[in-house]
């Protein structure tokens, strides 16, 4: 998604350091112990039949997104007979909230609009239907590490609608000052932090944040990490995998050498840094542009946008920093309609040009990441035209992981533990280690069956 001011589709610009708290600890409150696998559980098989999908039908939408009213009002009137009615919903742990006890009470909406990190939630509370028919119908739409985001052990429960990749910002002016050279590796990342700082002793290249777990998490995916995995209802958890340590002892050690800030995110000293040349880059997202514009707007025309520095050279790779999927009830009396309305919703041209105009999001599906809707750059990047085909291709090699039902858990925890580590220049690899014991320990309060523990 493109993360503005008024954005949809993911995280906002300033709501999500609470992102999914106590979403986990709803889930067990409500999880039915036939519900304890990762896929769906016993409620798939007294769903509804699908029906026709061309019948009769009036859909009910829970969502978030910008302006999607707009959208909706470009199906109705070709679909008069299949009429959807937009009901606006708060995201996150409200939305969820509030779709669970909908679900118990029988009366869900049709259609589930839900971040990635949340859809697991869903699914073991049987909530989500099982598309993977539908999936497999237009799952050339789609690059294979989307698909990665929505699917869970071989089912599919969501349908991709907005992605946010991750790409580098950095103060192009502020370069060409200091005579520095675009890092295209981890390794040139870290270089250059150091010229920065013997340039300018109150500047930094960048900020580690501990308040940003989901943003840790996309740099873990873009280092090779899978955190979860689910194998008929026991899950293995691996956030202390080889592939995170490494990347957390890179930043651990460039912060306690003093090189990175580890200041946190999304503060008015942070903002304040953005914008007066304290912090010459940001590893985020294709929506960064619009937050920028937000918080540093007298730098417009000053930054630019290139992929992530790679750990591999030879292999261009980038995680997800946000993004949701739309998703249908496993009781709607509507699925084949419902199923229709997401298909076109998700991959219908016209749809996806609606939801980046009026929406400000950033499509899932690769026709629509060639929208001509984004054929002009972000306001704050005038500099740079081809902002967007560059984001596109991008796009193309990001790849995300499967997330666990008690996502918020580990969010949370790694706020605490990566805080109090910058604070004491400890080992982030300790703090990755203590985060995976965190987790596993929380999954098994709730009585998930977890491998190894």
């Known amino acids: 998604m493109l993360r503005d001011k008024t954005n ?85 742990e409200e939305l969820i909230t509030k779709v669970l006890t909908a679900h118990r009470a029988g009366n869900a909406p049709d259609l589930i609009h839900a971040e990635y990190q949340a859809l697991p939630v869903l699914i073991t509370n049987g909530v989500t239907a099982d598309l993977t028919e539908l999936a497999g119908t237009i799952k050339g739409e789609f690059t294979e590490g989307t698909w990665g985001l929505t699917s869970f052990g071989g089912t599919t429960h969501a349908i991709p609608q907005d992605v946010g990749p991750m790409m580098l910002y950095y103060r192009a002016d502020l370069f060409d000052k200091h005579g520095l050279t675009v890092p295209k590796t981890w390794d040139e990342f870290a270089a250059v932090a150091r010229q920065v700082r013997a340039k300018d002793s ?30 008929n209802g026991t899950w293995s958890v691996t956030i202390n995998d080889e592939p995170t340590k490494k990347m957390a002892a890179f930043w651990g050690g460039l912060v306690n ?28 997202a294709i929506w960064g542009a619009g937050v920028l514009e937000g918080v540093a707007p007298g730098t417009k025309g000053k930054w630019a946008m290139t992929a992530m520095p790679q750990w591999d050279s030879a292999s261009a790779t980038t995680g997800y920093w946000g993004g949701s999927a739309t998703a249908i009830s496993a009781k709607s009396s509507q699925r084949a309609q419902a199923e229709k309305f997401v298909k076109w919703l998700n991959t219908d041209p016209e749809a996806t040009s ?30 740079q035209p081809t902002f967007y085909a560059d984001a596109a291709a991008i796009a193309k090699t990001a790849r995300g992981f499967s997330w666990a039902p008690n996502v918020n858990v580990t969010y949370s925890s790694y706020s605490d533990l990566f805080a109090k580590a910058i604070a004491d ?29």
């Open 8 to 92: 949809s589709g993911g995280p906002q610009q300033f709501g999500r350091r609470t992102f999914l708290r106590g979403v986990a600890g709803i889930g067990a409150a409500v999880t039915l112990p036939a519900l304890l696998s990762a896929c769906g559980g016993d409620e798939e098989a007294s769903a509804p039949p699908k029906g026709d999908p061309d019948a009769p039908a009036n859909l009910t939408f829970w969502t978030w997104t910008t302006n999607i009213e707009k959208v909706v009002d470009i199906w109705n009137a070709k679909n008069p007979t299949q009429k959807v009615t937009v009901s606006r919903q708060a995201q996150g």
């Open 202 to 231: 109150k500047a930094y290249l960048a900020t580690f944040s501990s308040g940003d777990p989901g943003w840790f998490a996309g740099l873990a995916e873009q280092a090779g990490a899978n955190w979860w995995a689910n194998d």
């Open 354 to 383: 609606a939801m980046i105009k009026e929406g400000g999001i950033y499509p899932a599906a690769i026709s629509g990441q060639s929208s001509p809707a984004l054929s002009a750059p972000p306001a704050m990047m005038p500099n």
């Open 257 to 284: 050498e003093g090189v990175l800030s580890g200041k946190p995110m999304y503060t008015p000293e942070w903002n304040k840094e953005m914008s007066d040349g304290t912090l010459l880059a940001w590893p985020s």
């Open 425 to 453: 220049k400890a080992d982030f690899g300790a703090a990755v280690d203590q985060l995976q014991a965190a987790s596993v320990a929380d999954l098994k309060k709730q009585g998930f069956q977890v491998k190894g523990a």
